[in-house]
């Protein structure tokens, strides 16, 4: 009987098996808890920063957040997926132990004409195994080499779109840094690709030492320089080089793409703040909504909108407590058209700016003596304005505040909004 070689033992593993198969499992089973709650985190720190910001930075900041949470996306997805895949390499194996002899297609209770077809097609175990152990070595480094790409592309287009947003404000450019942004984009990008286009159409054509030739060449030098060069990308250097380059190109533009529409679709319906399920004939928009987040009691700070709000909705003390959060969004663009003070009473302007521009009226009628004070929200630790409002004479019952506010730079997403905040309370 012929002895089985050491590559033949069902008990050992193949030579030919990933060296780092134990190195990824390990980095799976650690990072996937982690990945699965980085988008989460990330929403967090955004719908925290967002509040702070004006629209001109807060484009900047949603630029590093769609990327950034596409990249995380990825990795989860990855790790989740390498385990998967890891778990049926290891089952394989394991089978293949257990079973040497390999597949009994006449136990398998087949027709015969079944059975040739399933034949034809058998291949050895040991041929299923490598096949299961490169697959997932190869999910695991596309999906790394991918959120990696996004994250070079988050930094770069973050990076670009600050400093354009920067010399758009130096040169007077208040209401869109696009027009810089595009010329920083072509600078960056236009010899690159021309050089490219001239390589592929004429480079093996061009002299050695021509002019054109010293052209290109410095130009893709250049560039290495700052690490745009394919050996930057090992991981996919090595894919394209070994396998069909446009289906792997198709694969990253159809997944990167998929990944960004899906966060940005995702971070839409989070901003339109209904809920998940068939609730297309309840009345969201109707005239008298409690909105929990007009109530510091109920209210989530992380989540809800910046929003007027006051101490909850049954009111048992002498006073309202109404807050009114700074938007800059709103406020910022309308103090700096309408309320451009300078001097010593710069701020007493600007305060008195905020007050003509949140006004209010309780039950339809304007508060007499209305007074706001500067404060903060204890919660988010972010500028607000304070006004006590007497509520000792009011009748037991419902009552309505209607808080004024400017409208928002992107007239678009005004459509439908009526001009105020409306917090309704009882006594």
């Avoid at 087949?110 to 070595?137: C, F, S």
Wanted: hydrophobic share 50%; aromatic share 8%.
């Amino acid at each position: 009987m012929r002895r089985m070689s050491e590559a033949e033992d069902p008990h050992i593993l193949s030579k030919r098996t990933t060296p780092t198969w134990e190195v990824e499992l390990l980095i799976s089973g650690v990072a996937v808890f982690a990945m699965l709650q980085l988008p989460g985190w990330l929403d967090d720190a955004m719908l925290a920063l967002a509040p702070r910001l004006d629209e001109t930075w807060l484009n900047v900041a949603r630029l590093a957040y769609v990327y950034s949470k596409s990249a995380a996306v990825i990795l989860a997805v990855t790790f989740v997926l390498h385990l998967l895949l890891r778990a049926r390499w290891i089952a394989l194996v394991g089978m293949h132990s257990i079973y040497p002899q390999g597949v009994r297609w006449d136990r398998l209770g087949m027709g015969k004409v079944q059975r040739e077809v399933e034949r034809k097609h058998e291949a050895p175990t040991e041929k299923v195994i490598e096949q299961a152990d490169n697959l997932a070595t190869t999910v695991f480094a596309l999906g790394i080499m991918l959120a990696m790409l996004l994250v070079v592309i988050s930094l770069t287009a973050t990076l670009l779109t600050g400093v354009s947003t920067l010399v758009a404000g130096i040169v007077g450019y208040q209401d869109s840094a696009l027009p810089i942004l595009a010329v920083v984009l072509a600078a960056c990008l236009v010899p690159y690709i021309v050089a490219l286009e001239l390589d592929r159409r004429f480079g093996a054509k061009l002299a050695a030492h021509g002019r054109l030739h010293t052209v290109i060449r410095w130009t893709f030098g250049q560039y290495a320089r700052f690490g745009v060069h394919s050996g930057n990308n090992r991981i996919r250097a090595l894919l394209a080089s070994n396998g069909n380059s446009k289906r792997l190109s198709v694969l990253i533009f159809a997944i990167v793409f998929s990944t960004v529409f899906a966060v940005i679709i995702a971070i839409k319906l989070e901003a339109d703040g209904k809920p998940i399920g068939s609730y297309s004939y309840f009345p969201f928009t109707a005239p008298h909504v409690a909105a929990s987040a007009h109530y510091d009691d109920t209210r989530n700070p992380a989540r809800d909108p910046l929003v007027p709000f006051v101490q909850s909705k049954v009111v048992a003390g002498d006073y309202l407590a109404l807050v009114v959060p700074y938007s800059p969004r709103r406020d910022g663009a309308k103090l700096q058209h309408d309320c451009s003070a300078i001097g010593p009473s710069r701020d007493a302007a600007l305060l008195a700016c905020l007050a003509r521009l949140h006004a209010v009226t309780l039950d339809g009628k304007p508060v007499a003596g209305l007074h706001y004070d500067i404060t903060s929200d204890a919660r988010t630790n972010r500028p607000a304005l304070l006004a006590m409002i007497d509520v000792r004479a009011l009748a037991r019952g419902r009552h309505e505040l209607r808080i004024a506010h400017p409208p928002q730079v992107d007239r678009e997403q005004d459509e439908g909004d009526p001009g105020y905040d409306s917090i309704p309370f009882w006594k």
